[in-house]
T-cell receptor
Framework: TQLLEQSPQFLSIQEGENLTVYCNSSSVFSSLQWYRQEPGEGPVLLVTVVTGGEVKKLKRLTFQFGDARKDSSLHITAAQPGDTGLYLCAGALTGNQFYFGTGTSLTVIP | GAVVSQHPSRVICKSGTSVKIECRSLDFQATTMFWYRQFPKQSLMLMATSNEGSKATYEQGVEKDKFLINHASLTLSTLTVTSAHPEDSSFYIC??????????FGPGTRLTVT
């Protein structure tokens, strides 16, 4: 059983559409990160959220950390083919470890 | 951002042999590094936490004697897959902790055991 569940697992949309990816857990995290990973490469950090209720924007990407620090969402506006990839959330518990979500594979069709 | 390298990027070995994978922090010192394993189209599974100068902490279900981790310096951690078998074939990724909340990843190592 994974600590963090992401939904949806797979998403295929047309260029220009909006989408939201969810990352849920029953555990409380001290911080939560979102990554994007291309095939055959390591994940690349997109954002870190620390405070419950925090919202961060990165161009067309909006990240939100839940008030209770148990969940997070990633919203992409006007998706582009370059957004295609595996999106991963990762939570840091009060100890030293980071645990990854189940992943969301996004395909944006031109 | 911080740069983490891994070597080799790809390795093919025969069943029963051992393989060492290196993870280096290039422009910073990392007291804590992590090793992950990833199967195709799946997420990353934490294998172990590597702390410089002390024994690694392994996640439940990960065999310590099979996956040997050494973090001998502040810029280098190694993962040795001993007596490799085809089921050990996977994508192995390391990361280095930066500050309290973030980690930066290496590019990964594709291990194929024949």
């Amino acid at each position: 059983t994974q600590l963090l569940e992401q939904s949806p697992q797979f998403l295929s949309i047309q260029e220009g559409e909006n989408l939201t990816v969810y990352c849920n857990s029953s555990s409380v995290f001290s911080s939560l990160q979102w990554y994007r990973q291309e095939p055959g490469e390591g994940p690349v950090l997109l954002v870190t959220v620390v405070t419950g209720g925090e919202v961060k924007k990165l161009k067309r990407l909006t990240f939100q950390f839940g008030d209770a620090r148990k969940d997070s969402s990633l919203h992409i506006t006007a998706a582009q083919p370059g957004d295609t990839g595996l999106y991963l959330c990762a939570g840091a518990l009060t100890g030293n470890q980071f645990y990854f979500g189940t992943g969301t594979s996004l395909t944006v069709i031109p | 951002g911080a740069v983490v390298s891994q070597h080799p990027s790809r390795v093919i070995c025969k069943s029963g042999t051992s393989v060492k994978i290196e993870c280096r922090s290039l422009d910073f010192q990392a007291t804590t590094m992590f090793w992950y394993r990833q199967f195709p189209k799946q997420s990353l599974m934490l294998m172990a936490t590597s702390n410089e100068g002390s024994k690694a902490t392994y996640e439940q279900g990960v065999e310590k004697d099979k996956f040997l981790i050494n973090h001998a310096s502040l810029t280098l951690s190694t993962l040795t897959v001993t007596s490799a078998h085809p089921e050990d074939s996977s994508f192995y990724i390391c990361s280095a902790r930066v500050g309290m909340y973030e980690q930066y990843f290496g590019p990964g190592t594709r291990l194929t055991v024949t």
